[in-house]
T-cell receptor, first 116, second 111 residues
Framework: SAVISQKPSRDICQRGTSLTIQCQVD?????MFWYRQQPGQSLTLIAT?????????ESGFVIDKFPISRPNLTFSTLTVSNMSPEDSSIYLC?????????????FGPGTRLTVL | QKEVEQDPGPLSVPEGAIVSLNCTYS??????FMWYRQYSRKGPELLMY????GNKEDGRFTAQVDKSSKYISLFIRDSQPSDSATYLC???????????FGTGTKLQVIP
């Protein structure tokens, strides 16, 4: 399986600011995903990041709030813009495994964000 | 009704017990079924992956899928304190379709 790292591992931010989270993979992958996991909740898909094209956002998530970059096959960033306390969450990137399609996803360690 | 239902627990068992974790789902298009383990303050770790119906065994872990009942299970034999974590079921229709996660079951194995 791929080895995935995320930076920062955690951060405490002020309301109204923005934070960019980086996701680095040790091998080239076609598809990368960004999830949010709020306290006591399961994973919610924010968007799918494809190399060379615009990210595809899920219902309830918009590019202005969560801009995503995917400059190559091993790296992606997610920016949480104009943050509010409701954005406090764990943000996770994942990559698709070798099985069919996106079915087996491997996750990074997550970024724990607290917005004051 | 959620597409995937999972009892959040917490489930507390003595060391050595057999643990049964379950999920039900409503989308008959789901073909791929996964179980992830998530330790506190860590990202989810893929445990088991099953295609369609049937059983799959890996060491102390057995995954079962019953598509006719839309029911999947994860069994842990000889449970250990190190198995204490949240277990998430996940499933998809395959072919680059979205993966849908359960809410997770928190398991505590008591020494």
């Amino acid at each position: 399986s791929a080895v995935i790292s995320q930076k920062p591992s955690r951060d405490i931010c002020q309301r109204g600011t923005s934070l960019t989270i980086q996701c680095q993979v040790d091998s080239q992958v076609t598809m990368m995903f960004w999830y949010r996991q709020q306290p006591g909740q399961s994973l919610t898909l924010i968007a799918t990041a494809n190399q060379g094209s615009e990210a595809t956002y899920e219902s309830g998530f918009v590019i202005d709030k969560f801009p995503i970059s995917r400059p190559n096959l091993t790296f992606s960033t997610l920016t949480v813009s104009n943050m509010s306390p409701e954005d406090s969450s764990i943000y996770l990137c994942s990559v698709a495994g070798q099985a069919s399609g996106t079915d087996t996803q491997y996750f990074g360690p997550g970024t724990r964000l607290t917005v004051l | 009704q959620k597409e995937v239902e999972q009892d959040p627990g917490p489930l507390s068992v003595p060391e050595g017990a057999i643990v049964s974790l379950n999920c039900t789902y409503s989308n008959s298009a789901f073909q791929y079924f996964m179980w992830y383990r998530q330790y506190s303050r860590k990202g989810p770790e893929l445990l088991m992956y099953t295609y369609s119906s049937g059983n799959k065994e890996d060491g102390r872990f057995t995954a079962q899928v019953d598509k006719s009942s839309k029911y999947i299970s994860l069994f842990i034999r000889d449970s250990q304190p190190s198995d204490s974590a949240t277990y998430l079921c996940a499933m998809s229709a395959g072919g680059y379709q979205k993966v849908t996660f359960g809410t997770g079951t928190k398991l505590q194995v008591i020494p």
